[in-house]
């Protein structure tokens, strides 16, 4: 015969223990559930957060890569902007060397007196002789005159060279290299081959 009494008894105990076990659960649940909502209120915070400094990342890095090819360009402006420079300061040497030597014109006459005296060398009681002085200023008028003549096309020509001759003396002079005699000699070679044209001959010889 079965005690229903005893097992009655050993129901309520288990009830009993169980309700107990229960309840501690659930309030367990309860503090789980308040510290998941703390969390995901949190986690939200964070990843509204995160969003922001990605945003803020991102539009630092795009600033940074501006930057960054703004700095690239200014500097090779900067750099072609001293190299500039030096070679502008290197041209003014350069110019205010040139403008300290002997003129085409001032160069020509000197150049024309010496080639007549050597030609009269020797010679005396001639009539013809003339004055280098004189011829400059000849030629110099005639230019202006005729501008579009071959006498003013070969006086342009002569000019060009014999101031080319004359900077690549200075330059020389300024790069410190040396002035060998055939630079020197370039100079008076232009003045010889001018000198020599057949319709600019007639005017000294």
């Known amino acids: 015969m079965k005690n229903y009494e005893q097992m009655i008894k050993d129901a309520e105990w288990l009830l009993k223990d169980k309700t107990k076990e ?3 659960l659930k309030q367990t649940m309860g503090e ?3 510290k998941l909502k703390e969390l995901r209120a949190k986690d939200k915070e964070l990843e509204e957060a995160r ?3 990605h945003t803020e990342l991102a539009v630092i890095v795009q600033s940074n890569k501006s ?7 200014i500097d090779e402006e900067i750099g072609q902007l001293t190299r500039d420079i030096a ?11 040139m403008a300290k030597q002997q003129d085409f014109w001032g160069a ?3 150049r024309m007196r010496q080639k007549i005296d050597e030609l009269n060398a020797g010679l005396a009681g001639l009539s013809d002789e003339k004055d280098p002085k004189t011829i400059i200023e000849d030629l110099k008028s005639f230019a202006k005159r005729k ?3 071959q006498q003013r096309v070969d006086i342009n020509n ?19 290299k040396k002035i060998l005699p055939h630079h020197k000699e370039a100079r008076l070679n232009v003045l010889d081959r001018f000198l020599n044209l057949d319709h600019i001959a007639r005017y000294w010889n």
């Open 67 to 73: 930057n960054s090819d703004k700095v690239k360009l």
């Open 87 to 97: 070679e502008m300061e290197r041209e003014k040497t350069v110019f205010e060397l």
């Open 108 to 110: 020509l006459e000197v």
């Open 158 to 176: 002569a000019q060009a060279i014999y101031d080319k001759a004359i900077r690549t003396i200075c330059e020389l002079s300024i790069a410190g």
């Open 22 to 24: 229960t309840a501690t």
């Open 51 to 53: 969003d922001v400094v």
């Open 32 to 34: 789980e559930n308040q």
């Open 147 to 149: 501008p579009f003549s």
